[in-house]
């Protein structure tokens, strides 16, 4: 059973606008949740963070929301680029287990310019 | 400095054959671990060397799949017997410490098709 989901497999955004990512987990004992990039052929680049005590965390255009309440989060990309064009696989973890991440299936992210 | 490397990039084998998937992690990553793909689907974790320890194998999905990194440098994956839903995309990172996942690198990974 996916611990991690991501209910939206694609997402299209023109160049410029507002990209929102969702996602959802069950497992309310994770500490982090993060965001990794993945371009085609290469491996899972990571992108941004939140630990579990935070319900925001801004890096340049990219900005993570936790809702602990809702077990949900998302991903802001604002404005969205055309490099942005990529997988964008939410996932999370407990402290007690460090780098043994649980991903979610991927949304493939297209920005359109 | 060199990320690490996955060796073959892809492979195409029979089903009941073996093959044998390598990795290099950076260099001076004490840490390693496995993860794949499958089919599309989440990328799930299988296991985490300490130098040449295993820490965590509990993703490691039956007794087909070994998992070696002898002297603490490259790690080895081997599937035998191979079977059609071993198919996939397997990931190697490494970290030099363990962390929260902000500090893992990963390969490009290793493409294997199982027919």
């Known amino acids: 059973d996916q611990q991690v989901k991501q209910n939206s497999p694609s997402l299209s955004v023109q160049e410029g606008r507002i990209s929102i990512l969702n996602c959802d987990y069950t497992?309310?004992?994770?500490?982090?949740f993060l965001w990794y990039k993945k371009y085609p052929a290469e491996g899972p680049t990571f992108l941004i963070s939140?630990?579990?005590?935070?319900d925001k965390n801004e890096d340049g255009r990219f900005t993570v929301f936790l809702n602990k309440s809702a077990k949900h989060l998302s991903l802001h990309i604002v404005p969205s680029q055309p490099g942005d064009s990529a997988v964008y696989f939410c996932?999370?973890?407990?402290?007690?287990?460090?780098?043994?991440?649980?991903f979610g299936p991927g949304t493939s992210l297209s920005v359109i310019p | 400095e060199a990320g690490v490397t996955q060796f073959p990039s892809h492979s195409v084998i029979e089903k009941g054959q073996t093959v044998t998937l390598r990795c290099d992690p950076i260099?001076?990553?004490?840490?390693l671990y496995w993860y794949r793909r499958v089919m599309g689907k989440e990328i799930k974790f299988l296991l985490h060397?300490?130098?040449?320890?295993?820490?965590?194998e509990s993703g490691m999905p039956n007794n087909r799949f070994l998992a070696e990194r002898t002297g603490g440098t490259y790690s080895t994956l081997k599937v035998q017997p191979a079977e059609l839903e071993d198919s996939g995309v397997y990931f190697c990172?490494?970290?030099?410490?363990?962390?929260?996942?902000?500090?893992?690198?990963f390969g490009e990974g290793s493409w294997l098709t199982v027919v």
């Open positions: 260099s001076g990553h004490d840490n």
């Open positions: 939140i630990s579990s005590i935070k």
């Open positions: 060397f300490v130098k040449e320890s295993k820490q965590d």
């Open positions: 990172a490494s970290s030099r410490q363990q962390g929260f996942g902000n500090t893992i690198y």
């Open positions: 996932a999370a973890l407990r402290e007690t287990s460090y780098d043994k991440v649980i």
């Open positions: 497992n309310s004992m994770f500490d982090y």
